[in-house]
């Protein structure tokens, strides 16, 4: 397995397999922004959008690939206003459900952790849904539970969920 770094260049061969993978999440009923069923059409127009932010130097996505297959993958997003220069959030990390398990989630948030570091970013936060198996590998990697927003974001099955809201300070 490899994971390895895209551009705004690069990604456009790569949206029908990024479109897969999303959609593939967000059926399982991942909590990443979407509610199943997914079309082609939004899963091809959220990646189209990714690449509009690849030519800004505040986003950087990452690929874990095996045999040439896309696995999973991950965001961060460079704080751009001036006194968050030190400040990036980890967004829509993923896994193929055929893949999980496997430690591919781990490697892409310590490459996503180094990408921070290069960046000069040292305050990593992110948020997750209560109880989800992302907030035990959060809490493995050394993440810390800032609080909790009750009924934040709405379920595949109609219910609104818990958000946690946790920080890495890379310095540390
Ligand atoms: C969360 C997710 C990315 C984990 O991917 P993964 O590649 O299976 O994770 P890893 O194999 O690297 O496992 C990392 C740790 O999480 C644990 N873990 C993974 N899946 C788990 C599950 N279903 N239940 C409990 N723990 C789980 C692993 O046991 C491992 O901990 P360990 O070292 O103590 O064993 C994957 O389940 C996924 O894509 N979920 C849907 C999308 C999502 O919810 N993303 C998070 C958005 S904030």
Redesign the pocket.
Known sequence: MKVQRINSESILKLIPKLAALLQD?VA?G???GFLPPLTDEEADNYWHGVAEALKTPHRILLVAEVEQQIV?TVQLALESRPNGSHRAEI???????S???????????KAVESEASRAGRSTLI????EG???E??YS?LGYTRAGAIPEYARSADGNLHSTVVMYKLLGD
């Open positions: 999440s399982s991942a909590s990443i999973g967004m829509k990390l993923m896994v193929h459900t893949m999980r398990g496997n430690g591919i989630a781990h490697s892409l948030m992110l948020d997750t849904r989800d198996p992302s035990h590998l493995k």
